[in-house]
């Protein structure tokens, strides 16, 4: 029986490797390894290392070279679990969900490292396999539909697609770290104007999005999960944000690693677009939306077939089934990065989906209330909205009776929550906050102890501000 290699020899092997800054030759490896192994036994180490996609091969024959995968900004899938995220709020999960919580948050040291297996793909069958049990699905159901005459694809996105664009937009570039807040998303969509103080490429981001939204809804009768709307909506996304412009809507060919996980990406092209196309050819063969939604969300990032923005992809590619079939979208409303992430992690490193299932129920619950007349059946009220309630109301009181335009009303949202409400709850006050405010009309502000002719002179200010012209050029590049 072949000796059991372990992770602390691999890992030396690796750190050997890595003192060669341009490639380390056979020869050079084993003269510099402090015991001795036959040529055998250090090409089938190497081997391992390779198919784990660790580590990097180039040249030929003796010219041959191995290297440690090249990870930089613009090619990492950042998973961020660092302790910017430590004191983040966690959503209810099942028991499933919560072992998965605990065996991701541990030390990476302590968690095994995993690379990808395509026996995961390969033992889901469309219509026969599920995720989601069906007592969810019909849960599901019942939250999305919103009619039940038949309509052309697309009509409902259509109908609050404005709404849609900001939404979307900003929590899913939220879930990669973009720090515009939602108020400052608006203005960047409607206005075309850019948030002061704040990097280009996070601009750029948001405007990537509302593109790439604007092509699922548009094209509705033509989307579907195939290679002309998965890679075209890579392409959109990724646009101006590659180190490699050619590598927009294009598979990968180079190995890529991911930050804050023990998983490591298939490494072999021709293997890449063989499980891409199955997962393509699965995802179209699976008759309910809510399912389909969900596989895609499992499977895409967990391939990588690009060299980033997978996630990304795959946010939006979840919401092709709901735009065709006119039901509620999933827009990640109220999402926290951390418990997203920790879905993720658990399908990465453990192939299991209980976690991240956890998070899209609540998430497509929190989206369809949003959007649907059965937010006013959804049950208890918030009890965020109602501990904040009194703050909530005066700030806005405040941006209405001074007249705010947006900018002014952006500052002054978040100078109060930076004073006066706790830090793990400043993400989610602020975007109460812009939300209520943006939603204001003539019939409801009352309830903020608003008069008529108080309402009219900020909403003119308001209003005119929006109609200010912008120049994107000057202002993003």
């Known amino acids: 029986m072949p000796k059991q290699i372990s992770k602390t020899e691999y890992d030396a092997l690796l750190e050997l490797i890595s003192k060669f800054p341009d490639g380390a030759m056979m020869d050079e490896i084993i003269a510099s390894m402090p015991e001795k192994l036959s040529r055998r036994t250090v090409l089938r180490r190497l081997n391992d290392l390779l198919g784990q996609g660790r580590l990097r091969r180039s040249g030929k024959g003796r010219a ?49 490292p995993a690379g990808y297996r395509r026996e995961f ?46 939404d979307l937009s900003w929590n899913s570039s939220r879930l990669e770290g973009n720090t515009y807040s939602l108020l400052e998303t608006e203005q960047l969509l409607v206005l075309g104007e850019s948030a002061d103080n ?40 990724a646009d101006n944000l590659l180190g490699d412009p050619q590598a927009g809507g294009r598979l990968r060919a180079t190995i890529v690693d991911i930050g804050g996980t023990v998983f490591h990406p298939l490494a072999f092209p021709q293997l890449i677009e063989e499980c891409f196309h199955q997962v393509l050819a699965t995802a179209a063969a699976i008759a309910d939306p809510f399912e389909q939604s969900f596989f895609a969300l499992v499977h895409l990032p967990y391939l990588q077939p690009f ?29 926290p990065e951390r418990v997203y992430f920790d879905g993720i992690l658990g399908v ?69 929550t930076d004073a006066n409400v706790d830090a793990i709850d400043r993400h989610r006050f602020i975007e109460v ?43 993003l590049l």
Request: net charge positive; charged share 25%; hydrophobic share 40%.
């Open 64 to 112: 041959t070279r191995y290297s440690s995968p090249v990870v930089t900004e613009t090619i990492v899938e950042r998973i961020k679990v660092g302790s910017s995220l430590a004191g983040e709020r966690y959503i209810p999960v099942s028991a499933e969900g919560a072992t998965i919580k605990q065996l991701v948050q541990r030390p990476l040291e302590a968690r095994h």
């Open 198 to 237: 704040k990097d280009a490429t996070e601009a750029q981001m948001i405007l990537n999005h509302k593109a790439a939204i604007e092509l699922l809804v548009d094209q509705a009768d033509v989307i579907g999960f195939n290679n002309y709307t998965i890679l075209n909506l890579h392409a959109v996304l």
């Open 348 to 416: 990465y490193e453990l192939n299991r989906v209980e976690l991240l299932r956890d998070v899209f129920i609540w998430a497509y619950q929190r989206s369809a209330a949003r959007y649907s007349a059965i937010r006013q059946s959804m049950g208890e009220p918030d009890s965020f909205r109602l501990r904040y309630r009194q703050p909530v109301a005066a700030l806005i009181q405040a941006v209405i009776r001074e007249c705010m335009d947006k900018r002014k009303a952006g500052q002054s949202i978040k100078q109060f």
């Open 433 to 475: 906050t812009e939300t209520e405010l943006m939603s204001l009309h003539e019939g409801n502000i009352a309830r903020y102890a608003i008069r008529p002719f108080e309402y009219q002179a900020w909403k003119e200010v308001w209003s005119k501000s929006g109609r200010e012209k912008f120049s994107l050029s000057s202002k």
């Open 307 to 335: 060299i980033d923005v997978n996630k990304r992809v795959s946010r939006l590619a979840a919401n092709i089934p709901f735009i065709q079939k006119n039901l509620c979208p999933l827009s990640f409303v109220d999402v």
């Open 121 to 166: 793909l390969d033992s889901y069958r469309p219509n026969l396999t599920w995720y989601l049990p069906e007592d969810i699905r019909q849960k599901l159901s019942a939250w999305g539909t919103i009619q039940q005459e038949t309509r052309p694809a697309g009509t409902y996105a259509n109908q609050i697609l404005n709404r849609l664009l900001i």
